[in-house]
């Protein structure tokens, strides 16, 4: 592991989702981050939250006392709809009892779907056995897959049904709206009790990733600059954004990370005032966490 790169198998997978783009390395620093503020955020709130892995890992270890996931994505939404609603069991006893197979795969995929549940449950089958867990049209399936696994591969369907009860067991402290992520900030802006996560759409990757990618960059940070509570934004590592953050006097830091393909890559943290950042990163010091794997067979 490349100094500063955080090891993923070292973070506790809450989401039934694989996301392209997701945040898992990226925990350790949201840690650092809410343990530095001054008071402990209310309400926890991610507007672009496709897999919700960062909210998730705040509400469950503690960090904030309530979360609000928001999300554009019309099958995105219909998961987190199914699973903090009465049917979120459901939806758990419908992935442990589906027998995977290629045939199996492309049917559900090539069907409509009859209700929000099966419309919930076709989205988690395609973001776990298409290539990258990417779900934009024209994504493929994985063929190899890990270890020649194929469609298997990612497939751990008494891990997924074991992450979605334990969502669907925190429902009274989560809410899910489906709305665009920069009209939620701006709606919200006045709050001081709300500490945003901000992870939108990136400028160079997200049409491949994403059915929603596109944003205006400059108008978000302007909603971004009238926010009067706390912020964490997360970017690429690029020239446009850099001179954004720096044209609406943000404080900027670049970290490390590691991508799907295993490249060693930096990624830009935005806000107020990131000292925090700048200091050794304190990474949890129980054992419990250590050398878990990225993903598996076990509820975590």
């Not at 790169?5 to 949201?30: C, D, E, M, Q």
């Not at 709305?179 to 001081?192: H, P, Y």
Request: glycine letters at 8%; hydrophobic letters at 40%; aromatic letters at 8%.
């Amino acid at each position: 592991m490349a100094p500063g790169v955080i090891n993923v198998a070292s973070v506790p997978h809450r989401s039934p989702f694989r996301y392209p783009g997701g945040k898992t390395w990226l925990v350790p620093y949201i840690r650092q981050w809410l343990k530095s503020v001054r008071n402990r955020p209310l309400e926890f709130a991610e507007p672009f939250a496709g897999g919700g892995i960062v909210g998730l890992s705040v509400l469950f270890e503690g960090l904030a006392e309530k979360l609000t996931l928001v999300e554009i994505d019309q099958d995105v939404a219909s998961v987190w709809r199914t699973v903090l609603s009465l049917q979120g069991e459901r939806l758990a006893a419908q992935i442990t009892a589906f027998k995977l197979s290629d045939k199996s795969v492309r049917s559900c995929l090539s069907s409509e779907p009859k209700n929000q549940c099966d419309r919930a449950f076709q989205t988690i089958l395609r973001n776990r056995v298409q290539r990258g867990g990417i779900m934009a049209p024209g994504a493929s399936l994985m063929r190899r897959g890990e270890n020649g696994r194929g469609l298997a591969s990612r497939w751990y369907p008494q891990t997924l049904a074991c992450r979605i009860i334990t969502i669907a067991e925190n429902r009274h402290r989560i809410r899910f709206r489906q709305e665009d992520g920069v009209q939620f900030i701006r709606n919200n802006a006045t709050r001081n009790d709300v500490a945003f996560f901000i992870d939108p759409p990136y400028t160079v990757a997200a049409r491949r990733l994403y059915s929603h990618s596109q944003v205006d960059h400059e108008a978000l940070f302007w909603e971004i600059s009238r926010v009067r509570g706390d912020f964490l934004v997360t970017y690429d590592n690029a020239g446009a954004i850099r001179e954004l953050a720096s044209r609406f006097g943000f404080d900027t830091h670049a970290i490390p990370m590691k991508n799907t393909h295993h490249e060693i890559m930096s990624e830009l943290l935005i806000g107020r005032d990131l000292t925090w950042a700048r200091k050794p990163l304190q990474l949890r010091e129980d054992a419990l966490f250590e050398g878990l794997q990225a993903d598996g067979n076990t509820c975590r």
